[in-house]
């Protein structure tokens, strides 16, 4: 059975969720310099049976597309290149940020805790897959 991963891109550091198996449940996997996200897929798919790469599709209010995008649209373009049998999704992550953050209070994190951004994108990447998730 496979699996399906989603991406919290960022310039900086990209937080990666992934199913179970029967791909009922999100959860985080961790976070990844951007830098190195490639290698890193590449790896996981390598180990991993991934049928679908879910990214976060960043949008404003208004709903047009935030500055983000660009970026992500750069690597999507340059993972179809190097994965083209990969099938990649797109689903609105906006308020995933304060999602997370709002997840941490209520799980009691530390407030020294709940500065680490890399735990947010983490968490953000699981609402986002979840979301994917109860849309299908």
Not at 37 to 60: H, R, S, T, W
């Amino acid at each position: 059975m496979s699996r399906i991963v989603a991406i919290d891109f960022g310039t900086k550091r990209s937080g990666i969720a992934v199913t179970d198996p029967m791909k009922i449940i999100a959860s985080g996997l961790c976070t990844v310099p951007t830098s190195e996200l490639m290698d890193y897929l590449k790896n996981y798919i390598k180990n991993e049976a991934v049928e679908c790469i879910v990214f976060g599709l960043p949008k404003q209010m208004n709903n047009q597309d935030s500055q983000s995008e660009v970026h992500i649209k750069e690597f999507v373009t340059t993972l179809q290149k190097e994965m083209p049998s990969m099938k990649i999704e797109r689903q609105d992550e906006r308020f995933t940020s304060k999602m997370a953050f709002d997840t941490m209070i209520a799980s009691g994190l530390k407030k020294e805790k709940r500065k680490d951004k890399a735990l947010i994108d983490e968490i953000s990447a699981t609402i986002i897959l979840q979301d994917y998730l109860n849309k299908k």
